[in-house]
Each structure stands twice: as structure tokens, then as C-alpha cells.
């Protein structure tokens, strides 16, 4: 046995059979706030991702609204349903998912050859090469440190159809693929849109402002849906944070609304997730029990549904 594969801990198991959100068709605002339960929303036109391979990219422009957590833990929740399933960090920032997600680089591997996201923007690498165990079975991330943030002014051309083709064109046995965007909509977020299939956007479901944001996402999206990626569809809004409260009612509705098609999947607030990144851990693992952990679990069954190893 290879040692990385010697190192991988299992990624705990489904949570499936619990009882907690309810499936509602749609998020109810008419009821006395005291008979108010909060469901996750699965529109009559929303259809569940049976074909794989599946591209997933998380964006909203919005900083700090949740978009490494959902990446790490719904990548984690489809993992323990058995799939191969391979994360993109495509944020140059520092404190991002490479910094929370432990890499096993191959022993033999020599520190000055581990390759990253820019290598494959610059196509010094394929996409394949870029990618690695992490300390999760089933579970590979491709890195990226701040020189990312170098595609956005010394590409040449071409960037923004880069990773689709290396996601699309290359051949490998990845189930699906989660990439993190940072917090803008400049061209690696672009870029992430023109490769995926999926957009999953994670809102505060405490935050007012949030509301005005999806409708600048909303935007760029309908560009880029026109002009680039037809197939693009918003599958997912994820009601980060969340906590029973009148605002979060009328968040879920709106989002509801901005995008009719989309689950709308309230994700249940967690004091561990800090402890969980100091710990360079993923929720799941800190702290399986957590409801958060639950609630993308069974977001991504309905994303997902019927569909494991
Ligand atoms: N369900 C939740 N319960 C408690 N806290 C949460 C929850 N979801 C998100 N948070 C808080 O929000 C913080 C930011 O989350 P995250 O880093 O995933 O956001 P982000 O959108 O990726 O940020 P950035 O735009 O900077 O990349 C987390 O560290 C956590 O403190
Ligand atoms: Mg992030």
C-alpha cells in the first residue's frame, strides 16, 4: 500500500436517515412566525444531477458568506455517498481551502514539483498532475497559493475557457468537482462559470445585504449563460448561517424567488467550525454530529439524488 493511501481517514458516514429539514416545495411566509418550520426548497423544475461526471462552482462575489465551508463540506457529504470527488481552489487569498485542507503529496514527490492551479492555467501542467490525496478517502484537492492571482493579469488569452477545456478535454475518474471561487466576479470566477455545469451560491441567511448581492450575481450569470456556458444552471442556494429568525424567513423567500429554480438549503449555524479550521479539519470530521454537517448532507442528496457507489 502506497502511503498516502495508508494516510487517508475515512470520511464519516451518511446522516441520511435522521430526521430534521423538511422538504417543502416551497419556503413558507404566509404562517405565524411561532408555526414556522424552515425546509430546504425543491421546486417542482428542479432536477436532481444524475449524469456524471458533475462540475460544481460555489460563487458569490459577497466575501465570508460561506463559500469555502459549503465547497469542503458538501465535498465531504458526496464522499461519503462513495464518490471520487475532486475540489478546486480557485482563491488566491491566503487563508483559503489549501490552507484547511491537508494535502498527502506523494513521499517521492520533491517540494520544488508540486504543481497548483496556476500551473494549469499556464499549462505548464495537466489538470490531472495538479491534483492530490488529501488526508480524506475519496477526497483530492487542486491547491492554489496567492500567485494565482497572477492569471488575472499576466495570461496571455484564453484563460476563461482554460478549465473547462482541462475539466472536459482531460480523461480521469473524478465523480464530481467542487471548485471555490473567491469574492469577486473577475475572471477566475469567470472562468469557474464557464466550466461548470452547477452553480451553487451560498447567501447569510442573516444578512439584508445579501439580497441586493444575488441580484448582481444574477446578472453575470444570465452574461455568461448567454454568451458562454448554456448548460449553467443555478442548482443550489445555500442559506448559510442559518438561524429561525423572521429575516431568515423573508432571505429564504427572496432567494426563493431570485432563483426559482434552485434548492434553497438552510445550513444550520455551527460554533465548531472555528475550532474545526484551527484544527485543519473538515466539520464533518471535527464534529460529525454537527447539524450543519447534516444539512449538507441532505442538500447534497437532493443535488445528487440516487446517485452513489
Ligand atoms: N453554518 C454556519 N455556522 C456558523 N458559522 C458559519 C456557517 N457558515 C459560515 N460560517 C462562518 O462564516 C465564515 C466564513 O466562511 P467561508 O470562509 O466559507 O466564507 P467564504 O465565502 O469562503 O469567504 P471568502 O469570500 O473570504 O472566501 C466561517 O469561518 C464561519 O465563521
Ligand atoms: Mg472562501
Known amino acids: 500500500m502506497r502511503e498516502t493511501q ?13 430526521a430534521f429539514l423538511d422538504i417543502v416545495t416551497e419556503w413558507d411566509i404566509a404562517s405565524g412566525y411561532h408555526q414556522w418550520k424552515a425546509g430546504i426548497v425543491v421546486p417542482d423544475t428542479f432536477r436532481p444531477t444524475v449524469d456524471l461526471p458533475r462540475v460544481m462552482a460555489v460563487a458569490n462575489q459577497k466575501g465570508g458568506v460561506g463559500k469555502t465551508l459549503t465547497t469542503f463540506e458538501l465535498g465531504m457529504a458526496f464522499a461519503a455517498r462513495g464518490l471520487r470527488v475532486r475540489l478546486i481552489d480557485a482563491d488566491p487569498q491566503v487563508a483559503s481551502l489549501t490552507s484547511w485542507l491537508r494535502i498527502l503529496y506523494p513521499a517521492d514527490l520533491p517540494t520544488d514539483q508540486r504543481r497548483s492551479l496556476t ?8 489538470l490531472k498532475e495538479a491534483t492530490y490525496q488529501t488526508i480524506y478517502e ?9 500567485d494565482l492571482a497572477t492569471v488575472e493579469t499576466e495570461h496571455p488569452t484564453g484563460y476563461e475557457t482554460c478549465l473547462r477545456f482541462h475539466l472536459w478535454e482531460e480523461e480521469d475518474d473524478v465523480d464530481v468537482t467542487i471548485i471555490d471561487s473567491g469574492p469577486s466576479l473577475g475572471s477566475l470566477t469567470v472562468s469557474a462559470l464557464v466550466a461548470a455545469r452547477d452553480v451553487l451560491v451560498p447567501v447569510q441567511a ?18 455568461i449563460t448567454t454568451r458562454m456556458n448554456r448548460g449553467l444552471r443555478v442548482a443550489a442556494v445555500f442559506l448559510t448561517d442559518f438561524t429561525r429568525s423572521k429575516l431568515a424567513r423573508t432571505i429564504g423567500s427572496e432567494m426563493a424567488k431570485a432563483f426559482p429554480d434552485a434548492l434553497v438549503v438552510p445550513v444550520r449555524t455551527c460554533v465548531e467550525i472555528g475550532n474545526a479550521q484551527l484544527s485543519k479539519q473538515a466539520l464533518r470530521a471535527h464534529t460529525p454530529d454537527a447539524t450543519t454537517t447534516l444539512d449538507y448532507d441532505r442538500g447534497a442528496g437532493v443535488l445528487l439524488r440516487g446517485v452513489s457507489r
Open 119 to 126: 500551473d494549469v492555467y499556464f499549462d505548464r501542467c495537466t
Open 138 to 146: 475519496n477526497l483530492f484537492l487542486v491547491p492554489s497559493f496567492p
Open 6 to 18: 495508508a494516510q487517508t481517514v475515512q470520511v464519516s458516514p451518511l446522516r441520511d436517515d435522521l
Open 206 to 223: 442573516a444578512s439584508g445585504l445579501d439580497i441586493e448581492g444575488a441580484a448582481a450575481l444574477h446578472q453575470t450569470l444570465g452574461t
